[in-house]
């Protein structure tokens, strides 16, 4: 399981939005914000920095965007978003152990999207090991 798809699952389990779930059901994407639903979280990877040379300790990064028909339902999703990752602290996710979890900032409205949909973004950085 990618590190990505360790997060969509944590957020599923804190009740933000679901993964995998069904075609009619899923609010969680990774990698491609679909068009529908119009409420919906996606997660893509970033390269964050570089791996530790001399232990299996990794520094990924995860752009995380939210998306809601109004301003205030977009935020208060990616509010929730924030709460459920940032202070992630030694945590085994899906096999995978987390020293921790940080936003590396609040988040913040990026712009609405073709159809008038408001679309947040944040992003974190996690500590994982082997």
Request: contains cysteine; glycine residues 8%; hydrophobic residues 40%.
């Amino acid at each position: 399981m990618s590190f990505i798809e360790d997060l969509a699952i944590q957020l599923n389990t804190a009740g933000v939005g679901v993964y995998p779930g069904t075609s009619s059901t899923r609010t969680i994407y990774l990698g491609e914000m679909p068009d529908t639903p119009d409420v919906v979280i996606c997660l893509y990877s970033r390269p964050g920095r570089p791996k530790d040379l001399l232990t299996d300790m990794q520094w990924p990064e995860v752009h995380v965007e939210t998306r809601a028909a109004t301003y205030t339902a977009a935020q208060s999703k990616a509010e929730a978003i924030d709460t459920a990752l940032h202070g992630i602290h030694d945590t085994a996710l899906s096999g995978h152990q987390y020293i921790h979890i940080r936003a590396l900032g609040v988040p913040v409205f990026l712009e609405k999207d073709g159809r008038g949909r408001n679309i947040f973004y944040q992003n974190f950085l996690a500590v994982k090991g082997a």
